[in-house]
């Protein structure tokens, strides 16, 4: 699921940045990108699968 919010969120901020819109400083494309990055790095982590882990 962090997966698929990564990759709204690398769309978001393709947008952002090919149409030059203004934004403030807290929607911009570089922040929206590490926002992306962030939810990537959880989904490689495993984090919000779902799954418990168990010994």
Not at 12 to 29: P, R, Y
């Amino acid at each position: 699921m962090l997966g698929i919010v990564a990759a709204v969120l690398f769309f978001f901020a393709f947008l952002i940045n090919a149409a030059e819109i203004g934004t403030n400083d807290v929607f911009s494309s570089t922040n929206v990108m590490l926002l992306g990055l962030t939810a990537l790095a959880l989904h490689v982590a495993g984090v919000g699968t779902g799954r418990a882990r168990r010994r």
